[in-house]
């Protein structure tokens, strides 16, 4: 095992290591469990959170794409009110740290599921999904406009005030991916995350028709790891104090210390754990490797090594 000191800080939130899942890969964490003790990750941050229950997107929602996959699931889930009553506690019954991701179809939304989480024990941070459709405004993503971003983010600082830090989600289907960062920090984000799935279709070359129930989905894989890599190094470099949490086609060390290099603090592995659910446990402990090959005893001094 290697020396390297692997704990981190996600704004004011510590965490032992730097591995995390990705929002939506592994519901509250039940799947994984059974293939490795949830404690040897960072943080499990659970499936995006909605205030009522939600049946989701028509099937089929998941088709292979090269070097990844499209998902239109929907954001499925069972309501704040089961997670709270059997979700969350199971998680924090493992012992493993909670990100508890949150979405909402509406501004008000937001403040209703922050209210409902303020004073809830145990969690660490909280993400919060604004890439995810605003039915307020057309079915544009809030993530997508300036405005719509900032009111969320203000909404959710209002209402849980300073008792968790708040990351902001973030989508990469932006011209400028950094004016939307400068806004949710604005607005109080403590920290990003970065990046939510690509738009992307698929036509089934016989039928000539969307592959996909919803025709769109979410693109995620190792084919959107460059750009989470831009995306990470654009916005650390306007904003080097702001902690990142980076994610998109990491299914190795090596691509972890990518994230890592461009400026993230932590990493969440999504899409490989389908293929290989040990692969969380794996990239970390590849990921210490290689910092240590690089001649570093802590993480904290690789992060953002790409801009000096």
Same mark, same amino acid.
């Given at each position: 095992?290697?020396?390297?000191?692997?704990?981190?800080?996600?704004?004011?939130?510590?965490?032992?290591?730097?591995?995390?899942?990705?929002?939506?890969?592994?519901?509250?964490?039940?799947?994984?469990?059974?293939?490795?003790?949830?404690?040897?990750?960072?943080?499990? &941050?659970?499936?995006?959170?909605?205030?009522?229950?939600?049946?989701?997107?028509?099937?089929?929602?998941?088709?292979?794409?090269?070097?990844?996959?499209?998902?239109?699931?929907?954001?499925?889930?069972?309501?704040?009110?089961?997670?709270?009553?059997?979700?969350?506690?199971?998680?924090?019954?493992?012992?493993?740290?909670?990100?508890?991701?949150?979405?909402?179809?509406?501004?008000?939304?937001?403040?209703?599921?922050?209210?409902?989480?303020?004073?809830?024990?145990?969690?660490?941070?909280?993400?919060?999904?604004?890439?995810?459709?605003?039915?307020?405004?057309?079915?544009?993503?809030?993530?997508?406009?300036?405005?719509?971003?900032?009111?969320?983010?203000?909404?959710?600082?209002?209402?849980?005030?300073?008792?968790?830090?708040?990351?902001?989600?973030? /989508?990469?289907?932006?011209?400028?991916?950094?004016?939307?960062?400068?806004?949710?920090?604005?607005?109080?984000?403590?920290?990003?995350?970065?990046?939510?799935?690509?738009?992307?279709?698929?036509?089934? /070359?016989?039928?000539?028709?969307?592959?996909?129930?919803?025709?769109?989905?979410?693109?995620?894989?190792?084919?959107?790891?460059?750009?989470?890599?831009?995306?990470?190094?654009? &916005?650390?470099?306007?904003?080097?104090?702001?902690?990142?949490?980076?994610?998109?086609?990491?299914?190795?060390?090596?691509?972890?210390?990518?994230?890592?290099?461009?400026?993230?603090?932590?990493?969440?592995?999504?899409?490989?754990?389908?293929?290989?659910?040990?692969?969380?446990?794996?990239?970390?402990?590849?990921?210490?490797?290689?910092?240590?090959?690089?001649?570093?005893?802590?993480?904290?001094?690789?992060?953002?090594?790409?801009?000096?």
């Amino acid at each position: 095992m290697s020396d390297v000191d692997l704990s981190t800080e996600l704004a004011y939130a510590k965490f032992e290591n730097p591995i995390f899942t990705a929002s939506g890969c592994a519901s509250s964490g039940k799947e994984l469990a059974q293939f490795f003790p949830l404690t040897e990750l960072g943080a499990m &941050v659970t499936k995006s959170i909605m205030l009522r229950p939600r049946s989701g997107r028509a099937t089929p929602r998941m088709a292979e794409t090269p070097s990844g996959m499209l998902n239109s699931i929907g954001l499925q889930g069972p309501g704040i009110d089961l997670f709270l009553e059997e979700d969350l506690p199971w998680l924090l019954n493992t012992g493993a740290r909670a990100v508890v991701s949150i979405a909402g179809e509406s501004v008000d939304e937001y403040g209703a599921l922050s209210r409902r989480l303020r004073g809830v024990k145990g969690i660490s941070a909280i993400e919060v999904n604004i890439s995810c459709p605003n039915v307020e405004n057309r079915g544009l993503v809030f993530a997508c406009d300036q405005a719509s971003a900032r009111a969320v983010i203000e909404t959710v600082r209002i209402n849980i005030g300073g008792e968790y830090p708040i990351i902001a989600k973030l /989508s990469p289907d932006v011209t400028d991916i950094s004016l939307i960062a400068g806004e949710v920090i604005n607005a109080g984000a403590d920290g990003l995350a970065l990046i939510n799935t690509l738009l992307g279709m698929v036509i089934d /070359s016989e039928t000539l028709k969307p592959v996909l129930g919803g025709k769109t989905g979410g693109l995620s894989g190792p084919a959107i790891r460059p750009v989470a890599v831009r995306a990470i190094y654009q &916005v650390h470099a306007k904003y080097p104090k702001i902690p990142i949490l980076g994610m998109g086609g990491v299914t190795s060390g090596g691509d972890a210390l990518q994230l890592i290099a461009a400026g993230a603090s932590a990493v969440s592995v999504g899409t490989a754990s389908f293929g290989d659910p040990l692969a969380p446990v794996r990239i970390k402990e590849e990921l210490a490797s290689l910092l240590e090959g690089h001649g570093f005893s802590r993480i904290r001094d690789a992060i953002g090594v790409a801009h000096v």
